[in-house]
């Protein structure tokens, strides 16, 4: 199962990474008051499907696919410019990995959107963020998707406001809406484009979820640095997969079924990279729409994630990460500190989202110290 580790060559010379100034992030007009819409438009959603469930859901990501545990590997042998913050020394860290897909209400999934993973890396050691003093833990909140669908907080709080008036809204509807989209996508990606508006709204592809490269879309400091995230499949059982259909209709949940049936027999196996700003013309800050361009600064390995096999979803799982854990790139160590408009709203918004759960779901978030207690 184990793919072997790559070369690691060093950068060249004109790919050297900017190093952060303070300079390089600009609030956006008004973005006090944008935060405090989005934090309105959010708890708007978990409202609506609280009152239609009685059970407390994340605005945002709702539904969950595959509940892993699994490690983290530090890669040895990296370069000064890679070996930064938490991949500053080889080692290995438990972590906690969530599937889901993007929309706040609960669908099924022929509905075809987006898809998501979180990461949870445990017993992370050095200076921390705001918020999450007393935790150890480095969390990565990754997306389908090079770039976010919004340039900026304000133009995604104007996405969002329109999705949340769909929420809990004629179901029957957005199955049929989505095999529309996924065929009007499927012209445009066809004719050498591609439309993040249809695939937000119901057009994504249907194709297996493990076979997904996930990204952070948006930018994090990486020590001194600044860099984009993401995490692709490597071992020969998930590469398979990529691209991979997968005949969802009639089956309400049925990414989770495949992500069950995949881990029953399977190990997995994930490379994290990181791509590093090496010039903010072509790779913003403040523009989350913008593809920072690989040709002039490609993803590199830092770290491996492996997943053994495991029942990959269950009630009692269900119950320990998807109502007892929050995800947030706030929470984690001041070396990768969220940085651009998106990235700052997500913090108070991610908050208030998990303290919204817990109050109704009678409960609490908790930053894990170790994985002793997680079910199965």
């Not at 999934?109 to 007393?134: C, F, H, N, Q, W």
């Not at 500190?337 to 409960?363: C, Q, T, W």
């Amino acid at each position: 199962m184990n793919a072997p580790l790559p070369a690691l060559e060093p950068l060249p010379a004109a790919a050297a990474p900017l190093a952060y100034e303070p300079r390089f992030e600009v609030l956006e007009d008004g973005e006090a008051d944008t935060c405090e819409e989005l934090v309105k438009t959010l708890l708007g959603i978990s409202a609506v499907t609280f009152k239609d469930s009685g059970h407390a859901l994340r605005s945002v990501h709702a539904k969950s696919h595959g509940l892993l545990r699994g490690e983290l590997h530090v890669l040895p042998g990296l370069p000064k410019v890679l070996a930064q913050g938490i991949f500053a020394h080889p080692g290995s860290w438990p972590l906690v990995m969530r599937l889901s897909t993007t929309p706040g209400d609960i669908l099924d999934d022929s509905v075809s959107t987006p898809r998501s993973m979180a990461v949870k890396i445990i017993g992370v050691e050095g200076a921390r963020l705001g918020g999450s003093a007393d935790a150890r833990t480095q969390d990565l909140v990754l997306v389908t998707g090079a770039a976010f669908g919004a340039p900026t907080a304000k133009k995604f709080l104007s996405t969002l406001k329109l999705l949340a008036h769909t929420t809990d809204k004629a179901p029957k509807l957005k199955n049929a809406l989505s095999a529309v989209l996924r065929g009007t996508e499927k012209v445009v990606e066809a004719l050498g484009g591609e439309s993040g508006t249809l695939k937000a709204l119901g057009g994504y592809p249907e194709t297996h979820i493990l076979g997904e490269t996930f990204y952070s879309q948006v930018p994090i400091l990486f020590g001194p640095y600044m860099a984009k995230v993401c995490v692709a499949p490597v071992s020969s059982e998930l590469v398979e997969l990529v691209n991979a259909p997968l005949d969802v209709n009639g089956k309400p949940n049925g990414l989770r079924e495949a992500v069950i049936a995949f881990f029953a027999e399977n190990s997995a196996e994930w490379e994290l990279r990181v791509q590093l700003c090496v010039d903010l013309g072509s790779m913003p800050i403040e523009d989350s729409s913008v593809p920072w361009p690989q040709v002039i600064s490609p993803y590199r390995a830092v770290a491996r994630i492996m997943v053994p096999r495991q029942l990959a979803w269950s009630d009692a799982r269900s119950r320990a990460i998807d109502d007892g854990m929050a995800f947030s790139p706030w929470h984690g160590i001041a070396a990768h500190r969220p940085i651009g408009s998106i990235m700052r709203v997500r913090k108070v918004a991610y908050e208030l989202s998990a303290k919204f759960r817990a109050d109704r779901n009678g409960g609490q978030t908790l930053e894990p110290d170790n994985l002793d207690d997680l079910p199965g």
